[in-house]
């Protein structure tokens, strides 16, 4: 909950070295938990700058613009993120509900049952039963 704190910690540790992405990252979710959807896009964007294959940012940089409710661009980073990791049960998670408010709902039941079935295959109960309402909630 120390926000600024957390963004401190990360300034630092980005001084120390400008090419760590997970602090990109990281300070992008800071700015996103405060609803600093630019901020946060930001350093999403330095992340994968520095590491093109960092799923967790793209799917992070999604978020941010779902929240902005730019659908389109949210879908194109959570299926780079997806591409990259297709196991991310997160990202299909994710995408299935921009599918959703988009009105795509055989799209957005398509992804949480694949988000389902990963969670389970994870042995993440949370997040199966996360996939399983979102699913229900299409009947």
Known sequence: GNYEAAIADYNRAIEINPNYA????GRGLT?????NYEAAIAD???AIEINPN???AYNN???AHRSQGNYEAAIADY???IEINPNYALAY???GDAYKVLGEKQKA?????TAANLYRKQDNNAGYQGAMNSLRSLQ
């Open 22 to 25: 997970l602090a990109y990252n």
């Open 31 to 35: 700015h996103r938990r405060q609803g």
């Open 44 to 46: 999403y964007n330095r």
């Open 54 to 56: 960092y799923h967790n």
């Open 61 to 63: 940089r999604g978020f």
């Open 79 to 81: 299926n780079r993120a």
């Open 93 to 95: 998670k994710n995408r």
């Open 109 to 113: 039941g398509s992804d949480w049952q």
